[in-house]
């Protein structure tokens, strides 16, 4: 899978270091050539030994001690990686390269190098919530570094929280996913909706519905990995949206359809899978409702517009709209339907009944369909079928 790919692995002194260890063995399985830089801190909790005997090269660690030619191996290490991955990557790695500082031979190799980047950062909680790495962290991701993690949970300081670098299999996956990537978005702007919007009952109460925001956030972060430059007009969602993206938040669906009228003539692609209520309270309770004494509680609602039906009547020349149809039954009459009343290129049909399908899960089983055929997918993650509706959407902006 990995075969003919370069990566550089930078392993830092933070105690998941011997996570690491697995992080190579498993990029050699997958055929990847790997090179392992320490620091100093790092050879104190691994012995470079593990990691020349796993990758089957030497180990770097201080750019000047060494008696062979490091003053240009930094160099030839930076250009030759595909990608540059930190496993652990500390509190101190995530500051200095921030801030452009090269003080060994990790942190030189890291500024020098034109590869995409992907830190796996590892740290105790008061360090990774600490302001200054949080500043860091953004300005990392701003000028375009990827991250994994970390996760939450026992830290080896004994706290809980977050701070514990992502398993190496989810660190593998994410190597994979950077590898994989296309730039054939390049340029373009892609609108993406997503997650569930809220329609106020009273004060204290809302109408909503179960979508978590996972697929469209998924839609988003790959378009940003193809090259796109992604707007998200995002409901209510609890998961962190991805940070390259210009993030639009609504609540109910008429600030969806504002928002959406205010910047889809500019946009090349428009993909929905926001989950817009279909109907909201006639009026909305100025004060708290109280009970009724037994008496059955009426509410009286109103249907709201339909935000991918008035994309459609806009649309222009050149736009590609993408919808979704969540169905429990009739799926393809249904998707059929509203593709040809939505005016749209493509709808991603999705039976949200199926297991391992539909709101809140990692994974979806979607057919895409469009006037001409119909793509049925097997279940597969979010990401993936992100992925999938993106391809489509490049194949039908060709055929036009
Ligand atoms: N949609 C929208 N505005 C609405 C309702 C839905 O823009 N008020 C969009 C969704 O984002 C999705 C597509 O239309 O891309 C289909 O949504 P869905 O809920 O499946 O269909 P509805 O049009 O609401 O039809 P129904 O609820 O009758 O199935």
Same mark, same amino acid.
């Given at each position: &899978?990995?075969?003919?790919?370069?990566?550089?692995?930078?392993?830092?002194?933070?105690?998941?270091?011997?996570?690491?260890?697995?992080?190579?063995?498993?990029?050699?399985?997958?055929?990847?050539?790997?090179?392992?830089?320490?620091?100093?801190?790092?050879?104190?909790?691994?012995?470079?030994?593990?990691?020349?005997?796993?990758?089957?090269?030497?180990?770097?660690?201080?750019?000047?001690?060494?008696?062979?030619?490091?003053?240009?191996?930094?160099?030839?290490?930076?250009?030759?990686?595909?990608?540059?991955?930190?496993?652990?990557?500390?509190?101190?790695?995530?500051?200095?390269?921030?801030?452009?500082?090269?003080?060994?031979?990790?942190?030189?190799?890291?500024?020098?190098?034109?590869?995409?980047?992907?830190?796996?950062?590892?740290?105790?909680?008061?360090?990774?919530?600490?302001?200054?790495?949080?500043?860091?962290?953004?300005?990392?991701?701003?000028?375009?570094?990827?991250?994994?993690?970390?996760?939450?949970?026992?830290?080896?300081?004994?706290?809980?929280?977050?701070?514990?670098?992502?398993?190496? $299999?989810?660190?593998?996956?994410?190597?994979?996913?950077?590898?994989?990537?296309? +730039?054939?978005?390049?340029?373009?702007?892609?609108?993406?909706?997503?997650?569930?919007?809220?329609?106020?009952?009273?004060?204290?109460?809302?109408?909503?519905?179960?979508?978590?925001?996972? &697929?469209?956030?998924?839609? +988003?972060?790959?378009?940003?990995?193809?090259?796109?430059?992604?707007?998200?007009?995002?409901?209510?969602?609890?998961?962190?949206?991805?940070?390259?993206?210009?993030?639009?938040?609504?609540?109910?669906?008429?600030?969806?359809?504002?928002?959406?009228?205010?910047?889809?003539?500019?946009?090349?692609?428009?993909?929905?899978?926001?989950?817009?209520?279909?109907?909201?309270?006639?009026?909305? +309770?100025?004060?708290?409702?109280?009970?009724?004494?037994?008496?059955? &509680?009426?509410?009286?609602?109103?249907?709201?517009?339909?935000?991918?039906?008035?994309?459609?009547?806009?649309?222009?020349?050149?736009?590609?709209?993408?919808?979704?149809?969540?169905?429990?039954?009739?799926?393809?009459?249904?998707?059929?339907?509203?593709?040809?009343?939505?005016?749209?290129?493509?709808?991603?049909?999705?039976?949200?009944?199926?297991?391992?399908?539909?709101?809140?899960?990692?994974?979806?089983?979607?057919?895409?369909?469009?006037?001409?055929?119909?793509?049925?997918?097997?279940?597969?993650?979010?990401?993936?079928? +992100?992925?999938?509706?993106?391809?489509? $959407?490049?194949?039908?902006?060709?055929?036009?």
């Amino acid at each position: &899978m990995f075969t003919g790919k370069n990566i550089v692995l930078g392993v830092t002194g933070g105690i998941a270091a011997y996570k690491a260890c697995e992080v190579v063995s498993r990029l050699k399985k997958l055929g990847a050539e790997v090179d392992v830089i320490m620091t100093e801190n790092a050879t104190k909790l691994v012995a470079p030994l593990t990691f020349e005997t796993l990758s089957c090269r030497p180990v770097c660690v201080d750019t000047f001690s060494r008696t062979e030619s490091w003053d240009v191996k930094h160099i030839s290490l930076a250009q030759k990686a595909d990608l540059f991955v930190v496993a652990p990557a500390t509190a101190n790695l995530m500051a200095k390269l921030a801030h452009g500082i090269a003080d060994d031979m990790l942190s030189t190799t890291l500024l020098a190098t034109k590869a995409p980047i992907l830190l796996a950062p590892a740290m105790n909680t008061g360090m990774w919530t600490a302001t200054a790495t949080q500043e860091n962290l953004r300005t990392l991701q701003n000028r375009g570094v990827h991250t994994v993690g970390p996760a939450s949970g026992f830290l080896a300081c004994g706290d809980t929280g977050a701070g514990r670098m992502s398993e190496p $299999v989810q660190i593998v996956e994410e190597i994979q996913r950077l590898l994989t990537l296309k +730039a054939d978005m390049d340029g373009l702007k892609v609108l993406v909706t997503a997650g569930p919007t809220v329609e106020r009952i009273d004060p204290v109460r809302y109408l909503t519905n179960d979508s978590s925001g996972k &697929m469209g956030f998924a839609i +988003a972060q790959a378009a940003i990995d193809r090259g796109a430059e992604v707007t998200v007009l995002c409901g209510n969602v609890h998961i962190s949206p991805p940070s390259q993206a210009k993030i639009v938040r609504v609540q109910s669906t008429q600030d969806l359809y504002d928002a959406m009228m205010k910047h889809c003539d500019e946009q090349d692609v428009i993909i929905q899978a926001a989950a817009p209520a279909d109907y909201r309270v006639k009026e909305i +309770a100025p004060e708290k409702i109280k009970k009724q004494d037994g008496a059955a &509680m009426v509410l009286e609602l109103v249907e709201n517009p339909d935000v991918a039906k008035a994309v459609g009547q806009r649309k222009h020349s050149g736009q590609t709209l993408v919808g979704f149809a969540a169905e429990t039954e009739n799926l393809l009459e249904n998707a059929e339907r509203k593709l040809t009343k939505k005016n749209l290129d493509l709808i991603v049909a999705n039976d949200v009944s199926q297991e391992g399908a539909g709101f809140g899960v990692d994974t979806n089983i979607v057919s895409l369909l469009t006037k001409n055929g119909l793509e049925q997918l097997p279940l597969m993650k979010k990401q993936e079928v +992100a992925h999938r509706i993106l391809d489509k $959407v490049i194949q039908l902006r060709a055929d036009n």
